[in-house]
């Protein structure tokens, strides 16, 4: 009985060793998946450019979304000097006015005005991504080369596309090198259809009497493509829109024919 015991015992032991292995394999092999790629810079193969290149796509990519989702959400402002405070977020008025008569648009080349606002919040961003590469490289006793940055963003109906020219040279104290001048990150949103919606929005509440929009019937009108949302605040009309089968979101702000105190 004690020997059968303490056979027991025994296999206990050692069922518990290895699952303490498994999982420190496990653990082991994740942190080896998530080490950014700037602290692999050691592990550069200078007969290639994918280390450099998938580095600054990635300073791309997030940058890019993070703009996005702030454009969606402000009414296609970055940061938004005049606008409305509405469930945490701050809405941007793309139409606006004080009167009894038809809003003001304030930004009637929107399309051109987001691309810009984008452009230049990755700017920002890249910018001080690269440095902390080029701090990186310093450490490991390399060295770094930049030329000018050059950003452009491309808006089209279902996705955004943001193009860098950025010539970086990275150098060992060998000689070898690495080079790369063109990074490009694409985006599945469909920014530039919503634009457009917000735009046949904003003409309408200007033509219309009194602001009467039947934005119902707009979305009838485009096949089912868009959907809008509408809440009405503080004298203010809110839309939400969105394109079918894709969760990205456009809101903004309009005050429009507004009703004098009696």
Known sequence: MVMHKRGQITVFVILGILIIAVLGLIFYLYNLRTVPEVEKISEFDFSKTEVLKNYVEGCIEKAGNEAL????KQGGEINPGFYLSYYGNKLGYLCYTTEYASCYNK????????????DAYV???ITSCINELDNVVKNKGYTMQKGNLDIKTSINPYSASININYPITIKSSTGAQVQQSSFVKTFNMPLGRLIKSAEDIINQEIKNPQGVVFYNAYTLSQNGEISIERDTYANTEIYIINAQNNPYKFQFAVQNYVTPFP
């Open 123 to 125: 700017t920002r961003k």
């Open 69 to 72: 989702n702030l454009i969606g």
């Open 107 to 118: 930004k009637p080349f929107l399309l051109n005005y987001v691309q810009n606002e984008i």
